[in-house]
């Protein structure tokens, strides 16, 4: 959900519930979001925490799972505003209605930084493998802690600006520059992807040619995840910026959006879980595989 249109429509949050359409919407997809997200972010959890304790050695770490560790933890914020949505909308209380949209605002624009660092992450290993296979050792752990930290810094930092700007202008321009991000790295294993590079040859090749596979898919099904949310925001804000629909259709309209902010949310969580082996359409055999490329 946009930033900006959460603070425009702070004080009539309540009002938009009042609408029948409206009040369809955001319901449905707190449900949505209650029913799909938390067993997905449960099972990271714990799947994080065997990995931990050392109990499944079929799974192997890499950067991009902690990264998803941080994603799944934006996600459950946003799970907790579901509940709180759905109780303020049964308990009829404008106070928790109004709450909730500060819970959305937190998770979905918190997810952004995750995104750009699992695509670089995907993008130095298959672009620049040399470089990605020093960083295996304790430097390269702290280099990634340090960009973690660093993410959610900028976050807090910019989190509250865009609570207090009335401009359209703070969440485009995160949005956008995350946009190109992840297509400069979708493009850019792309074309590695059809042109190998040195040292690519022997019986390596075809393993290779499967991990830059598996990179491009990684990154495209971000970058597409993205370009829905970002498009389909735009679109909504021009037909309410150049169009009178009166009262309840804008704020269905406003309250639909959140419905755009769902293939992003669960993209990260779902490579994540085919990675481990947990999904039924992922084999258990290629898992391990998968992760020990994406240890390299």
Request: one cysteine or more; charged letters at 10%; aromatic letters at 12%.
């Amino acid at each position: 959900m946009s930033s900006n249109s959460s603070n425009a429509s702070s004080s009539s949050e309540y009002t938009c519930f009042r609408c029948r359409p409206s009040f369809i919407f955001f319901i449905s997809y707190s449900v949505a979001n209650i029913l799909v997200l938390l067993p997905l972010c449960s099972s990271i959890f714990y799947l994080g925490v065997q990995r931990y304790r050392g109990r499944d050695s079929t799974i192997r770490g890499s950067h991009s799972d902690v990264f998803t560790y941080h994603m799944a933890v934006m996600e459950m914020v946003g799970v907790l505003g579901s509940i709180i949505n759905c109780l303020g909308a049964i308990l009829a209380n404008p106070l928790l209605l109004k709450i909730v949209f500060y819970f959305y605002l937190f998770s979905t624009n918190g997810q952004m930084p995750f995104h750009i660092l699992t695509c670089v992450e995907r993008h130095l290993a298959v672009v620049h493998p040399i470089t990605y296979l020093r960083l295996r050792n304790r430097g390269g752990i702290m280099i990634r802690n340090v960009s973690i930290a660093f993410a959610w810094l900028l976050f807090f930092t910019w989190f509250p600006v865009s609570i207090l700007s009335y401009s359209m202008a703070p969440y485009f321009c995160v949005t956008t520059f995350s946009m190109v991000v992840v297509t400069f790295c979708s493009l850019s294993v792309l074309r590695a992807l059809i042109r190998p590079g040195p040292g690519e040859g022997g019986g390596d090749k075809g393993r290779l040619g499967q991990s830059k596979k598996r990179a491009f898919y990684t990154i495209m099904a971000i970058m597409l995840a993205l370009c829905f949310r970002f498009c389909g925001h735009l679109l909504l804000f021009s037909i309410l910026v150049s169009m009178d629909l009166g009262f309840c259709m804008p704020c269905a309209l406003f309250v639909s959006q959140v419905w755009l902010c769902l293939p992003s949310s669960l993209v990260l969580p779902l490579l994540f879980l085919h990675r481990a082996g947990k999904l039924t359409c992922g084999k258990k055999t290629d898992s391990g595989s998968d992760q020990r490329l994406d240890a390299q």
